[in-house]
């Protein structure tokens, strides 16, 4: 932390700053802005969001947006339709409604007396991605924006759908969502707070049986994927990501796609602002973003727009570990582009290993558990979620494995896979993992790739496979900068499950490849760090008292009379009370997904959430619970809500549903 210089502004804190829509929805947003700014306008910055500024987001709000604001703009934390402190209700993820919402914001905002008409928006997650779908729109004062940690690609590219399979994270993050959406209002800030909270949880979506009733790229997907049109976009974007989060993809490509002016920067971290991220190194991400600010939004020369186009950080490869502090490493700077301008080595797969010419006639039918050393799709809660050693996932796949390597190697880009596969079933999946192989034998994860055969040709138009026919198939791995060191190996593994990344096929499938090869992007080595940024700063920490300690835990459990393999996962979020305005709040989630190793519609998921809060003699709470599993020809899902005040019930719901299996 760095303590305020006396020449900063004085800034007043509104807590509850309604914002009254054309439609009558009145909107609660949290307003940090210089005391002066009746008197001398600033540039407003929007955050948009569903989790709840009151309590949700309140830890991370109070490190950044009171920083800006001591520099002369005004920000806006607002609760999106039906969340928080905020009226209405939400029908869904990224709406037409919300984006609406948000551009009639941006445009409020813009005319009042405060303020100096230009706007910003800034967001990680949720709201970076809509920061992008709503730049799109092009509303007038909106002149630029920062997104962190989102996608361009609402199908391809995020926690519902990769490569065409069906991901876990669509049910967990699907939860999430039932679970923080079921919480009431902050009974302080609104007097009619039980009428919100019973509307809400009357009326509230259960998200998950929205998304698989979309299960190939169609028009739904396509509404808020902002790569349908590159060109929408004219605000000038910074994007920002880390080697740790689930879109490892964005960054580049919008470096790459964008008209707009546009920046990248990819560092070592998980789903988190680089200013307070993990793994360390963090960067001053609050100094880099107002330099952002001031150039677009106050127009002063801070020469932004000579920066690199394309700052990554390439991670030293070391061995596996479930978290990391810290990664070693360096920083890469590209002029112009990120990645697809780098040179690339192509590499033969064959029965003898990587980059040899002999034939290739490979085998393989993967027991349904392979995948448990996948570690979570999106890390974000801190836990021990990265990937493990995959000799475990190794020993399940088909592994190609290169000679000792006679220099090190910087993997810098996406590799593209090609191969000539068949399948002794009309559906199919397929897992392709890149690591790295040390010496004594451990494998690291490097990056990795899925996907459904029936999607092979489209996504939107899946079709199944004739078995016994050989198919050509390319696939991109996710994006990565990675270093392998000299005399280590690499490993090309492929196995025909993912489990619990991604839902299975109905049937276990044998895949039989004859041919393949493998591009991987490489990069000059870089031996110092190519571009530097301030060290982090923030705000003084948000006040709290601890009630109850947060924890993390993960485990695999195998009953040995049944042989099913279960993956158990715990996260206890605390509970605390807010020292500035005595709301109390916490949670605790918990996850299982089982399979037996044979059985791929043995498979299954539940999700379990508590979300608590108190307020003087108010004890409030509520309990959901969400389950999945499948049949050959239908996904079923099942969903509950238990609302309790003062420990009495108060609201209670359950919801199932039978949704057709698509190619999935």
């Not at 590209?334 to 290993?353: H, V």
């Not at 494995?401 to 190697?409: H, K, N, Q, V």
């Not at 705000?539 to 393999?565: F, H, Q, W, Y």
């Amino acid at each position: 932390m760095t303590s305020a210089p006396n020449s900063l502004s004085e800034i007043e804190d509104i807590a509850d700053l309604g914002i009254h829509l054309s439609d009558g929805c009145r909107l609660s947003a949290r307003v940090w802005r210089p005391t002066d700014a009746a008197k001398s306008p600033v540039p407003a910055i929007l955050e948009f969001l569903p989790y709840r500024k009151r309590d949700g987001t309140a830890a991370r709000d109070e490190l950044t947006h009171p920083w800006f604001a001591k520099r002369g703009y005004a920000c806006i934390r607002v609760d999106m339709r039906g969340n928080g402190d905020s009226e209405g209700l939400m029908a869904d993820e990224y709406t037409q409604q919300e984006l609406d919402d948000a551009v009639e914001v941006i445009r409020w905002l813009a005319d009042q007396t405060w303020c100096s008409g230009s706007v910003g928006m800034m967001g990680i997650s949720w709201g970076g991605f809509n920061a992008l779908q709503v730049a799109a729109m092009r509303p007038t004062p909106l002149k630029a924006i920062i997104t962190l940690c989102s996608t361009a690609d609402r199908y391809a590219d995020d926690i519902h759908y990769k490569g065409g399979c069906l991901l876990n994270e669509n049910l967990g993050w699907g939860a999430t969502m039932w679970s923080y959406s079921s919480r009431a209002p902050d009974p302080e800030l609104r007097p009619n707070w039980r009428e919100l909270w019973l509307k809400r949880l009357e009326n509230e979506p259960f998200l998950p049986s929205i998304w698989l009733r979309h299960q190939t790229r169609d028009d739904y997907w396509r509404h808020g994927s902002v790569c349908e049109d590159f060109g929408a976009i004219r605000a000038a974007t910074l994007a920002v990501g880390g080697w740790g989060d689930a879109y490892k993809n964005t960054v580049p490509l919008l470096v790459e796609q964008l008209n707009a002016p546009v920046k990248g920067i990819v560092g070592p971290w998980v789903h988190k602002y680089p200013h307070f991220a993990v793994p360390e190194p963090r960067i001053g991400f609050l100094q880099v973003a107002l330099r952002w600010w001031d150039h677009w939004l106050k127009g002063l020369d801070t020469s932004v727009e000579d920066d690199p186009d394309y700052r990554a950080y390439v991670m030293d490869g070391v061995r596996p570990e479930r978290w990391y502090a810290e990664r070693a490493g360096l920083w890469i700077a590209e002029a112009d582009g990120a990645t697809s301008q780098l040179p690339k080595m192509t590499m033969r797969i064959s029965d003898t290993g990587l980059g040899c010419t002999d034939p290739l006639n490979r085998r393989i039918r993967s027991p349904q558990h392979c995948g448990m050393e996948g570690g979570e799709y999106c890390a974000i809660w801190l836990g021990p979620d990265m990937p493990g050693d995959q000799r475990a996932d190794d020993a399940l796949s088909a592994c190609f494995d290169s000679p000792p390597l006679d220099e090190i190697m910087d993997i810098v880009g996406a590799p593209r896979v090609r191969l000539t596969i068949s399948a002794d079933k009309p559906q199919a999946q397929l897992a392709i993992r890149l690591n790295h192989i040390h010496p004594d034998g451990a494998s690291t994860r490097i990056t990795y790739g899925v996907l459904n055969l029936a999607h092979r040709d489209s996504h939107a138009e899946p079709t199944p496979l004739t078995p016994g026919q050989p198919y050509q198939i390319e696939l991109d791995l996710d994006h990565i900068a990675y270093r392998v060191p000299k005399g280590h190996r690499l490993r090309l593994s492929v196995s025909s499950a993912y489990w619990p990344l991604v839902w299975p096929s109905p049937e276990m499938a044998e895949l039989h490849l004859t041919a393949g090869e493998i591009t991987i992007p490489q990069r000059e080595p870089a031996t110092s760090d190519e571009c530097a940024f301030p060290p982090p700063e923030s705000e003084e920490p948000r006040k709290v008292k601890t009630l109850r300690e947060a924890s993390n835990s993960r485990r695999v459990e195998t009953d040995m009379n049944t042989g099913e393999i279960r993956l158990i996962i715990e996260d206890d979020f605390g509970l605390a009370e807010d020292c500035t305005h005595g709301l109390i709040s916490g949670g605790s989630a918990h996850e299982a997904w089982s399979i037996h190793p044979d059985d791929p519609l043995s498979a299954r998921g539940t999700c379990d959430w508590t979300q608590e809060q108190k307020r003087g003699d108010l004890d409030l709470k509520t309990e959901t619970s969400c389950e999945m599993w499948s049949d050959a020809e239908n996904f079923y899902l099942r969903a509950a809500i238990s609302a309790y005040e003062n420990e009495v019930l108060l609201f209670s719901t359950l919801k199932e549903d039978t949704i057709a299996r698509n190619q999935l």
